[in-house]
């Protein structure tokens, strides 16, 4: 019997393993106190607290004091807690150390630790590929956090095809490898000296700066091997850094690089086609057996086998200069590219087909040999082996597409300029200029193979497994022998994102105790972005058996999900790729999924810091006025695209409360207007199914997300590196985005002639969250660690835009909006040691839309681990592993009875090195 990874047990054999190593040490190196407490973290750059400095422990009368500096996770831990409690706002601090220290391979991976913090490892509805990619905060949608990188925006693409056309906003953290980080600061609640953009919350990722470092020269780097489990692949991972100043520090290079490759082996079944067996199909079936009008059928059962290759390049420049006491200068450029080549192979049952003879609706369908309902679902359907009508020559019971996409690839890059300047004891000056950058784009030949017919059947276990699938001929390349065997599409998307920007931010120290500060600024920003879309021609021949990719024929593995098509046949990539360059060219646009947008943002504000007795905190306001030009190319008359043009002024303000109640308590109060700006996508995308009729369009006239948001917390920091905190939180959105559905002729290619397409739409409407965080961190002593947290949101749209699901179904439920999160984690380290398990869990979530019906993401949890081994000073060995209890992500539709998708990874083991000088 395969054995399980819980994560119970996997806590309890991280402790076992840290409690013998502690137990092995001499008895003066068990001692927290003893020699690791009085180690400076080397080679690491100093702290710079947010928001406020950490205050030192006076000297005692008459004596000197030792500094004492604790490295490591616990100090790390401490960092964090100081940072935290010193900050005037409600915020969550991640060092370079903590995340060092666990499996973070990006740093989405690093905040889904944090309270409050949810991630998903896709963009959209596409399901998971094993690594965190979007981040978002308090059970709401991802474009509603906002990510700046060292204070300022940054750009970034996405390969999968849904992303670069839908999305534009939220940034793929995919393109952010963990290496990255000096720290991450998480700001849940808003200051009007902000980047606005954020509605929820903001992460700010800051990487390290060169005058930072403790020791002139430092270097550092790591060398891992990474394994999938699935793909049975192991790839190497490498990053460097090297960093020099000189003896003044008024002069610093930093240089870092990194080079991560992965393969990766995604198993899956999925249900493309959930449909009333009788909208379209089986006149006679239906009308020999009334009791299956009107119930459910998936009408495409698909088992999938997604395989990639992702490849993660780039580097981070830095050059800081100090050329006065009073002037530094900072100049930074960074540039990743994931490279992601994949092919999708989807073997599908397709019921459709049988039930009448050519889809269209024809009475020669086959007869099912027998069927079941449960509910509303027709939960088993089965076909006869022969061929139970007279020609079969056009009929098939399934059809595969494998789906090849060559040369897929995202980037971002940014340059950035910043310059401080103290223009006296009471004036300083802060200037930032700079343009960021990002790319998506995706080319894809799908090749389609309707197969000859075959005894088939489909057993539904809702969601408790995948379904059971069986297609007599699916081992054995077997296409129909009629000339209509084959069918395929190709497309070519690109899409382009750009931002410059330039800011200018001042503070000026008052002669006051109780508003010690004015801080006051302004920030204009133009972004743009633009979709390109070719649609592929098919060269004579390109659907002849004789061109058919036959030279690379290959099956399906065997699968770890039950009730799967294993041995099915299937094409390679390299024959996809080599029959698209033959037959396929790029020379149409598909003018009328294309978008060029360009919004245009000025921005002031002006904020106080104040302070009287034991409370503290800011209080400011800023405005902001925003331009948004759309141009969407028109279905009806390509050279003359359909011209959007919409303006809007917000004034937004914010205060912060910091109450010292008790010692070491503290309550916070927070309240603030907020915007965040939609996904572009939404303004300009139109996608069509053509078999499905189905098909989302852009909304031009979108508002931006404008939230009411209030918070409130206590936090006890009962001993040192411990926490006890609570917080509640509520928003109230005035202009939520949700979608609706209407009517819409298009062209169809599948049938050549115009037919009704069932549309959905971005819709602004209000919705509310409210909710509430706990936080529990605990030195246990004796080199042992817990930390806990839990939080409950509960997202509802409150509006009833019309035809979405609200107002149509009354399903009201918000996107993102997981209910229940939350993560448990334990360590134990010594000097030469280390041990950290964390398990993090988020309840099912409202996925978006796919072919007009809602996808839900089942609850799932995951359990990472690693350890760390010390030999001498400078050199460690780490054995890390994500994903280790094997998640299986499932996903359904309205109801549990119709699933969507189940989806599965496998575990990462990486085994590597880190030196540093």
């Known amino acids: 019997m395969k054995a399980t990874l819980t994560p119970i047990a996997s806590a309890v054999a991280f402790a076992l ?19 690791q407490a009085q180690q400076q973290v080397a080679k690491e750059p100093a702290v710079q607290v947010a928001q406020a400095t950490t205050p030192q422990a006076p000297a005692a009368s008459g004596g000197s004091t030792e500094t004492v500096v604790i490295t490591g996770i616990r100090g790390s831990l401490q960092q964090s807690l100081n940072q935290k409690r010193n900050a005037e706002s409600m915020v969550e601090v991640i060092t370079a150390e903590d995340v060092g220290k666990m499996p973070d391979k990006n740093v989405a991976d690093s905040l889904q630790r944090v309270p409050g913090v949810g991630v998903a490892t896709a963009g959209g509805t596409e399901g998971g590929f094993g690594e965190n990619d979007r981040v978002s905060m308090r059970g709401t949608p991802s474009f509603m956090t906002l990510t700046t990188l060292n204070g300022h925006t940054v750009s970034s693409g996405d390969w999968y095809v849904d992303n670069i056309t839908g999305g534009g906003r939220s940034v793929s953290y995919s393109l952010f490898p963990s290496e990255l980080i000096g720290r991450v600061t998480v700001y849940k ?216 996409r060559p040369g897929s690839y995202s980037d971002s890059k940014f340059l950035n300029l910043d310059a401080e300047y103290k223009v006296s004891d009471s004036l300083r000056l802060k200037g930032k200029i700079g343009s960021t950058r990002g790319t998506g784009h995706a080319r894809d030949y799908g090749y389609e193979v309707w197969n000859a017919y075959s005894g088939s059947s489909l057993t539904m276990h809702g969601l408790d497994a995948p379904a059971t699938v069986t297609i007599d001929n699916a081992g054995t390349f077997s296409p129909r022998t009629g000339a209509d065997f084959f069918g395929g599409w190709a497309s070519d998307i690109t ?22 500060a004015v801080h006051f600024g302004i920030r204009s920003a133009t972004h743009k972005r633009s979709l390109e879309w070719l649609g592929g021609t098919l060269a004579a021949g390109a659907g002849s058996l004789a061109n058919a990719p036959t030279g690379g024929l290959t099956h399906f593995p065997s699968s770890p999900l039950p009730n799967m098509l294993s041995g099915a046949w299937t094409f390679s990539a390299d024959s996809v790729n080599a029959w698209g360059n033959r037959f396929v060219s790029f020379t149409n646009h598909a003018y009328q999924s294309e978008f060029q947008i360009k919004e245009r943002a000025d921005a002031g504000y002006v904020m106080a810091d104040f302070a009287a007795g034991a409370l503290s ?174 939080t409950y949101a509960d997202g509802k749209e409150t509006g009833k835009a019309p035809g979405s699901a609200c107002a149509t179904s009354n399903n009201c439920d918000m996107i993102g909006n997981s209910k229940n999160s939350y993560n448990v984690g334990a360590f134990f380290e ?69 699933p969507r998708a189940f989806y599965k990874n496998g575990r990462q083991i990486y085994l590597g090195l880190r030196a540093q000088i």
């Open 17 to 35: 393993i840290g409690s013998v190593a502690y137990a092995q040490q001499p008895a003066a190196q068990q001692d927290d106190k003893k020699p």
């Open 189 to 404: 609640t808003s200051q009007a000296n902000l980047v606005e953009g954020g509605g929820v919350g903001t992460v700010d990722i800051e990487t390290r700066k060169p005058l930072g470092f403790k020791d002139r020269l430092t270097g550092m780097a790591s060398l891992s091997g990474a394994y999938t489990e699935a793909a049975k692949k192991t790839d190497l991972q490498a990053s460097g850094l090297i960093n020099w100043k000189n003896d003044d520090n008024t002069v610093g290079v930093l240089v870092q690089v990194f080079d991560e490759k992965r393969h990766l082996r995604r198993f899956g079944q999925e249900f493309l086609w959930w449909d009333k067996v009788d909208t379209w199909f089986a006149p006679a079936w239906v009308a020999a057996n009334p009791e299956v009008k009107g119930k459910n059928i998936s009408l495409l059962t698909g088992s999938v086998l997604f395989q990639q290759e992702r490849q993660r390049r780039g580097g981070l420049v830095d050059l800081q200069l100090k050329p006065t006491k009073d002037l530094t200068l900072d100049l930074s450029g960074f540039y990743s590219k994931l490279s992601a080549d994949n092919i999708n192979a989807n073997f599908m049952l397709s019921p459709y087909q049988v039930l009448s003879n050519n889809w269209s609706g024809d009475s020669n369908s086959a007869v099912p040999s027998s069927y079941k309902i449960t509910g509303d679902t027709i939960s088993q359907i089965t076909f006869p082996a022969s061929c139970p009508v007279a020609n079969c020559s056009a009929m098939g019971a399934s059809v595969q597409d494998v789906i090849s």
């Open 495 to 516: 899409s382009k994102d750009k931002e410059d920007y330039v800011q200018v931010d001042a503070t000026w120290k008052l002669d006051s105790e109780m508003f010690p």
């Open 617 to 790: 905190g800011n209080v400011g306001v800023r405005v902001v006025g925003t331009d948004v030009h759309v141009e969407n190319a028109s279905p009806n008359n390509i050279w003359r695209p359909v011209v959007t043009d919409n303006s809007y002024t917000d004034v937004l303000p914010s205060a912060n409360f910091r109450m010292e109640l008790a010692k070491n308590l503290l309550g916070r109060a927070a309240i603030s207007r907020t915007l965040a700006r939609p996904e572009i996508g939404s303004l300009g995308a139109l996608n069509l199914l053509d078999i499905q009729r189905t098909g989302t369009g852009g909304n031009p006239n979108l508002k931006p997300v404008r939230s009411t948001n209030l918070d409130f917390g206590v936090e006890w920091y009962f001993m040192p590196k411990s926490l006890l905190s609570a917080s509640v939180f509520a928003m109230n959105m005035s202009s939520y985005v949700t979608y609706g559905s209407y009517q819409q002729t298009y062209f169809n290619t599948a049938v050549g002639a115009p037919t009704v397409y069932q549309m959905s739409a971005a819709l602004n409407t209000k919705a509310e969250v409210r909710g509430i965080e706990l936080n529990y961190v605990q030195d246990l002593g004796n080199n042992f660690g817990f930390n806990a947290n839990y």
């Open 830 to 898: 010594n000097d030469f040691f280390n041990a950290r398990v964390a398990y993090n869990y988020r309840s099912a979530f409202l996925n978006g839309l796919n072919r007009n019906s809602a996808i839900y993401q089942d609850a799932v949890g995951t359990v990472s681990a690693s350890l760390g081994y010390k030999f001498g000073k400078n050199l460690t060995i780490t054995l890390e592993g994500k994903d280790l209890n094997d998640p299986l992500l499932k996903s359904y539709a309205t109801n549990k009875d119709q």
